[in-house]
């Protein structure tokens, strides 16, 4: 790969802000811009240095794909309102689950994403908006996974021979793609960004359907979104890189009130990390784990089983797809 990683013992984050922002002036010109932000560390960062760069020339929107975490539309706006930040919001729910339906394979479900984000949505943004960039927060370790096939990841696109200009209608600017996320959360502190976005868990590009084994439907995601929730609540006082909650496929037996109860089984995922590379479970303790197993059966319907994932990364990964 002959992307040169930035590491963080070499970053100067006020140096690498002021050339970013040059070169994104520099590329764009006098045109338009737009970018997705999620809510994330990447996408917030990129959104800063875009608008430090161009100003009212870049369109910030939140694509609302119905496999976001619980209120994130309304956070993400409310949030960027009070950063100077206008956010415009595309519901584009139906067209994510029109393209995931009936899709149970990893790469398959990330290719839906990747198609129905680049070619459908932003596709039609940039005809109606004038625009002939995307700004958006790919990471090196995007890149690096991508490359060596351990899973595509969906913003990946001219690192694999796709030319973004000819198959989608504009160019894409990849401000952060020299970074792992310690070092963007560095500039994203640099820039001014609050706490609880640049210290924020990773959350995957593809959403909540990263955490769906098997077919990604709305009652599907709204389990794990409930779970997740209670997840994020409960381990946010620890030290971890990531935690997160996943949705099995097959359903499993429990029992409730003395009957049986065919219920779903949720994994929890909590993670020691340095920058995604190699990760080791946390060692949450036992009582901790006890009482996400109570809140995650006794709120979300339908689940009867919660595990506890104990495998490192590698061979395991971060996200479950």
């Given at each position: 790969?002959s ?12 140096g ?12 764009v010109?006098?045109?338009m811009a737009i970018n997705?932000l ?38 993400v706006?409310?949030?960027y ?9 595309i ?5 994510f ?7 149970t ?9 990747t ?17 002939t960039?995307?700004?958006?927060g790919t990471?090196y ?6 490359i ?5 990841q ?17 160019k ?9 996320k ?22 995957p590009g ?10 990604v ?8 979104r ?5 997840v ?13 909650a996943?949705?099995?496929e097959?359903r ?14 949720i994994?929890v ?6 920058d995604?590379r ?5 060692r ?10 109570d809140?995650?059966?006794n709120e979300?319907p ?18 479950a797809?």
């Amino acid at each position: 790969m002959s992307l040169r990683e930035i590491g963080l013992a070499e970053l100067d984050p006020a140096g690498f802000i002021e050339r970013q922002v040059r070169e994104i002036s520099a590329a764009v010109g006098d045109g338009m811009a737009i970018n997705a932000l999620s809510g994330g560390v990447d996408s917030s960062t990129v959104t800063l240095l875009g608008h430090r760069a161009l100003g009212d020339r870049l369109l910030t929107v939140f694509v609302e794909n119905g496999i976001m975490r619980e209120g994130e539309p309304q956070r993400v706006v409310s949030l960027y309102r009070e950063l100077g930040v206008p956010v415009q919001v595309i519901d584009a729910r139906e067209q994510f689950y029109d393209a995931l339906k009936g899709i149970t394979d990893p790469e398959e479900k990330r290719e839906a994403i990747t198609q129905t984000f680049y070619r459908d949505v932003f596709g039609q943004l940039v005809r109606e908006s004038g625009a002939t960039y995307l700004l958006q927060g790919t990471i090196y370790t995007d890149v690096e996974e991508t490359i060596a096939g351990i899973k595509r990841q969906h913003n990946i696109l001219a690192q694999i021979g796709i030319d973004t200009e000819q198959v989608y209608g504009y160019k894409v600017v990849e401000p952060l793609i020299q970074l792992r996320k310690p070092a963007v959360r560095v500039v994203a502190k640099a820039l001014g960004l609050p706490q609880e976005i640049y210290d924020r868990p990773p959350f995957p590009g593809p959403a909540l359907a990263a955490r769906v084994i098997g077919e990604v439907t709305p009652e599907r995601v709204q389990v794990v979104r409930a779970a997740t929730a209670i997840v994020e609540e409960e381990l946010a006082h620890t030290a971890a890189f990531q935690y997160l909650a996943i949705l099995h496929e097959d359903r499993v037996t429990g029992m409730r009130e003395g009957k049986r109860d065919f219920g779903l089984q949720i994994e929890v995922r909590c993670w020691d990390s340095e920058d995604a590379r190699t990760g080791s479970p946390t060692r949450l303790p036992f009582d901790v784990l006890s009482n996400l197993a109570d809140r995650i059966t006794n709120e979300v319907p339908g689940v009867v089983s919660v595990t506890y994932n104990i495998a490192k990364k590698p061979p395991s990964t971060i996200e479950a797809v």
